[in-house]
């Protein structure tokens, strides 16, 4: 009898947890469901135009980066005298920061 009892429960526990399986996916579609039904086109819009926004903010930072960092190879390929002449026809700024990149990157002062 109890052979038969250990057995029964065995099989019940394997049911339950096929319904608890089948169950499961039942609330996450469910879920899924609920989800999609909460987003509404101003969500969706709002979601696009904050990708775009980000993707242009990224590509002109990357612009940027690019930029100055040709300007700092050509520089570096430079004779010292015509280093010199294109840094001081450059805004102040501009030529403190190209000097910085040279020292740090290629040590030349």
């Known amino acids: 009898m109890q052979a038969w009892h250990r057995a ?28 999609i039904l909460l987003v509404t086109s101003t969500d969706i819009t709002v979601w696009i135009i904050s990708a775009l926004l980000a993707i242009g ?13 040709k300007l700092v ?3 570096a390929a430079m004779d010292p005298e015509r280093r010199e002449k294109v840094l001081s ?5 501009l030529a403190m920061e190209a000097r910085q990149e040279l020292m740090r990157r290629f040590h030349i002062s």
């Open 89 to 93: 026809r450059m805004s102040p700024e």
């Open 8 to 35: 029964s429960q065995s099989e019940a526990s394997t049911a339950m947890y096929a319904s608890h399986v089948i169950c499961g996916r039942w609330v996450v579609a469910n879920a899924f469901c609920f989800f």
């Open 73 to 75: 190879r050509d520089l």
């Open 57 to 69: 903010i990224g590509s002109s930072k990357y612009a940027k980066w690019r930029t100055r960092n």
